[in-house]
């Protein structure tokens, strides 16, 4: 099991886009400043309750903080086919990749119904077919990613003679984060992801009790053990990343409770954890001096 260098596994935190420029750069280049290995961020156009307050574009956000960090990686948590189109989607990963120096990490998921789904006037897909049309997201995502020029038909998505040049700055591509749960999903983990992301339940996110969430977590990592080895693949070669926000309550309250948390993550398997960054009010609300307490704890145990 690979950790960070204090032993646990590494940090990271999720900061929803919905700051202005000068608070985002202040939290983001406060978030390196704590030692934090990744930071993310949610990829809407809008989010649940926060529908009618500020919200900001995901790509050209990690774009903006690229500038102005040095070492984090980078990601989203996690890109959907919702309201993305891989052709489109890829030349932006490639430029943020590049203008990031190689820190990107391209976090993707399958997108459940809600706004995101409805906003383009799409149809609405069964769960089969929302996961048929991610198995082709990612399948042309990685092709586009990986060599200059890509034709591919589908029945979702399409490219004709698409050109991806320079290419990413890690090669041959940039890592893929893929959020899985079920059996199709972590299949796609077993053969394209660098990541593994989860929160749990998804039907259900934060809704089990605390003895019940780690239940559900350690059947997970057994059925990505398990898709690895259906593709031969050494499951130690995918970082694996839970977020622990949508698992527990109060995850910092201390920083013996945050390292308590961590650790038991560590335990199960896990190889990266991330937080929220803590909210002033509402949804993922915390106090951020016992935020920024329970990390730098967490960073030197």
């Given at each position: 099991m690979t950790h960070g260098t204090s032993g646990l596994p590494r940090l990271g935190a999720v900061v929803l886009p919905e700051y202005d420029w000068r608070e985002t750069r202040r939290v983001w280049t406060s978030l390196e400043d704590l030692g934090l290995h990744h930071a993310w961020t949610y990829d809407h156009l809008s989010w649940r309750t926060l529908r009618d307050a500020p919200w900001f574009d995901a790509l050209t956000?990690?774009?903006?903080?690229?500038?102005?960090?040095r070492t984090m990686e980078l990601g989203t948590f996690v890109t959907?086919?919702?309201f993305r189109h891989p052709v489109v989607l890829a030349k932006q990963v490639m430029t943020l990749d590049q203008v990031s120096g190689g820190r990107f990490v391209f976090g993707m998921g399958a997108g459940a119904e809600g706004a995101d789904a409805r906003v383009l006037g799409s149809?609405?897909?069964?769960?089969?077919?929302?996961?048929?049309?991610f198995a082709e997201f990612v399948e042309l995502s990685d092709l586009l990613l990986r060599q200059p020029s890509t034709t591919y038909r589908g029945s979702y998505f399409s490219a004709v003679d698409a050109r991806m040049i320079p290419g990413c700055a890690r090669q041959?591509?940039?890592?893929?984060a893929l959020a899985a749960a079920g059996p199709r999903g972590l299949g796609?983990?077993?053969?394209?992801?660098q990541w593994w992301v989860t929160i749990g339940d998804p039907a259900n996110p934060g809704g089990g009790t605390e003895s019940e969430n780690w239940v559900i977590l350690k059947r997970q990592v057994a059925l990505l053990q398990d898709a690895c080895e259906r593709a031969s693949r050494d499951v130690s070669g995918i970082r694996k990343v839970v977020s622990i926000s949508r698992l527990v309550e109060a995850p910092y309250s201390s920083p013996?409770?945050?390292?308590?948390?961590?650790?038991?993550c560590g335990e199960l398997g896990f190889t990266d954890v991330v937080v929220n960054y803590p909210r002033r009010e509402g949804v993922f609300s915390g106090d951020i001096s016992l935020f920024e307490s329970a990390m730098q704890h967490a960073t030197v145990h």
């Open positions: 956000t990690l774009t903006a903080v690229a500038s102005v960090t959907s086919p919702n149809s609405p897909l069964s769960p089969h077919e929302r996961a048929e049309r041959p591509r940039v890592p893929f796609l983990t077993a053969r394209y992801g013996e409770r945050f390292v308590d948390l961590v650790g038991q």
